[in-house]
């Protein structure tokens, strides 16, 4: 039996915790858009750290678990310029919501639930296809060890029942 802390079981680990994050970002991007039925105070500041949550975590991948199974799995590069231009167009549709938010304006709510939408369907498509290509060969990985912090740019939530 090898120790559960080893830099092997910890990278073994990224591409489950990938997958976790990704339910719980689906989650809460889900609770946003049914929040927008009945605007709140606090719908503002949820929206907002739901985006900053959600742009952590690709920049987090792009510089940490994408850059590492590049170098470790070239073959793989392909799949990863095409997250990455996912994730371009993801920040794009962050920055308009950020937009319609800034300011002391009423909250635009046809127009974010716009964005949220068409957010929505594209982080669905692309968490599928990033969990199909990349899960089994994150957690293969053995080299160069790093925080899920590190390489997926949020650490996995804790489990909620389902």
Not at 132 to 139: D, E, M, P, S
């Amino acid at each position: 039996m090898h120790p559960t802390n080893s830099p092997a079981d910890r990278l073994a680990a990224v591409g489950n915790q990938m997958i976790e994050i990704h339910l719980w970002l689906s989650a809460e991007l889900a609770r946003l858009r049914t929040s927008l039925d009945t605007p709140s105070r606090d719908l503002r500041a949820h929206c907002l750290t739901f985006c900053a949550a959600l742009g952590r975590h690709h920049t987090g991948e792009d510089g940490g678990a994408f850059r590492l199974l590049a170098e470790e799995v070239p073959e793989l590069r392909p799949v990863i310029d095409n997250l990455i231009t996912d994730h371009e167009v993801v920040a794009g549709i962050l920055e308009r919501v950020e937009a319609l938010l800034g300011g002391d304006a009423p909250m635009p709510v046809a127009q974010v639930r716009a964005e949220l939408g068409g957010l929505a369907a594209l982080l669905e498509s692309h968490f599928r296809y990033e969990e199909k290509r990349l899960v089994t060969a994150l957690n293969a990985l053995t080299g160069r060890p790093g925080t899920t912090e590190q390489l997926l740019g949020l650490n996995a939530p804790p489990q909620v029942p389902r």
